[in-house]
């Protein structure tokens, strides 16, 4: 899957904003302009590129942005390079005296990025489906052991009620953390640690999911399931086990790379999943759908990609050996899976890693 790059114009200077503008228009990039503290902190995760004034500087400077983020001063400066320092900026512009500097820089940026791992081409990817019971649990477990092949990667149990992924995975004896162990409140915690202190399953893709022994709802929460992703994306692909009706649903979405919809070939489905699409899409994150055809569906793949409004990428029949795999030894390898349900999940992969 192939996105236009974003850059992220979040200056309130009257001067500088408009210069700004131009400059990012002419790179061809896709722009979000924006000063809303909200929208800095959903957006710079995932963009290519930040432009900041000092206003803003502080609120993109805290989130670790992926993309090359500039600080700039109106004309005649100077520039503030104890700030530039402190929010981790690539370099400090004046404008417009240095547009052409900048233009040049953004376009290299674009043109030949820092050589980027596999894991960051996809680094977070949500796994929802249109309605319960259509297979997202076990879709999300087949997209991460495919990814951990290629890439290191770590599955993320995002579902507040569910009784646990390691079940499905045949992991529930296998000694690690879970959802209730994971604490934020002495700071932060190193991806190496973290990954190391999850549960593994045979072929060795670490699972955070939620513990049995209590109440499974009280150790998932959004500051923790962001903090998560924010410590692993750098190191690891992460996917997403992710409901629809989980509260968290919007803010979680909004950190990932991309999201996978799992949509029935039905009705009733595809309506859900068009609410649930336009959402996604109002917000800018990308989504993709595969379609799941059952015993009583009666829409086509294509029917499903009008009614919803998204490019449907892989579609998915009844797999009849999954449930008793699941029920017996747990989904314990790639090897356990069926075909046709490897075929599907390479239909998600981003074209790097196809």
């Known amino acids: 899957m192939t996105t236009t790059p974003t850059i992220l114009v979040s200056v309130t200077d009257p001067v500088l ?11 061809g990039m896709d722009i979000i302009d924006t000063s809303d503290p909200r929208d800095i ?7 290519a590129a930040i432009l900041v004034d000092a206003t803003t500087a502080t609120h993109a400077g805290g989130i670790h942005p992926r993309g090359h983020l500039f600080l700039l001063h109106p004309e005649p400066g100077p520039v503030d390079w104890t700030l530039a320092v402190r929010i981790g900026a690539a ?24 050589s980027p791992s ?33 890439v290191p990667t770590v599955l993320v149990d995002a579902d507040p009620v569910s009784p646990g992924m390691d079940l499905l995975l045949g992991c529930e004896t296998t ?63 992460v996917v997403v086990d992710l409901p629809a009706t989980a509260p968290f649903f919007a803010a979680l979405t909004d950190a990932c790379d991309f999201v996978v919809l799992l949509i029935p070939a039905e009705v009733r489905a595809a309506a859900a999943a068009s ?20 015993g009583w569906s009666g829409l086509t793949a294509h029917d499903v990609a009008d009614i919803v409004g998204v490019d449907v ?42």
Request: net charge positive.
């Open 17 to 27: 904003h408009p210069e700004a503008i131009n400059i990012a228009a002419a790179t």
């Open 41 to 47: 902190v959903r957006h710079a995760p995932k963009a």
């Open 91 to 114: 370099d400090a512009v004046i404008l417009p005296a240095q547009s052409n500097k900048l233009l040049a820089t953004l376009a290299a940026t674009t043109a030949a990025p820092d």
């Open 118 to 150: 596999p894991a960051a081409a996809a680094s977070v990817i949500a796994v929802t489906g249109a309605v319960g019971g259509a297979g997202t649990s076990t879709l999300a477990v087949a997209l991460a052991l495919q990814l951990h092949e290629i």
């Open 175 to 237: 000694g690690g953390i879970r959802w209730a162990d994971l604490s934020f409140r002495s700071g932060s915690i190193a991806a190496a640690d973290l990954i190391a202190a999850l549960p593994e399953t045979e072929s060795g893709l670490p699972v955070l999911t939620t513990d049995r022994g209590g109440d499974s709802t009280s150790g998932i929460t959004e500051d923790k399931l962001l903090r998560v992703i924010g410590t692993m994306h750098h190191t690891h692909c």
């Open 275 to 294: 609410r649930i699409a336009h959402s996604l899409t109002a917000r800018r994150v990308d989504t993709v759908g595969v379609v799941r055809h059952r």
């Open 313 to 354: 990428v892989g579609e998915l029949g009844t797999v009849s050996q999954v449930p008793r795999v699941a029920e017996t030894t747990g989904i314990r390898t790639l090897g356990a899976l069926p075909r046709a349900l490897r075929k599907a999940v390479r239909c998600v992969l981003p074209q790097e890693m196809a």
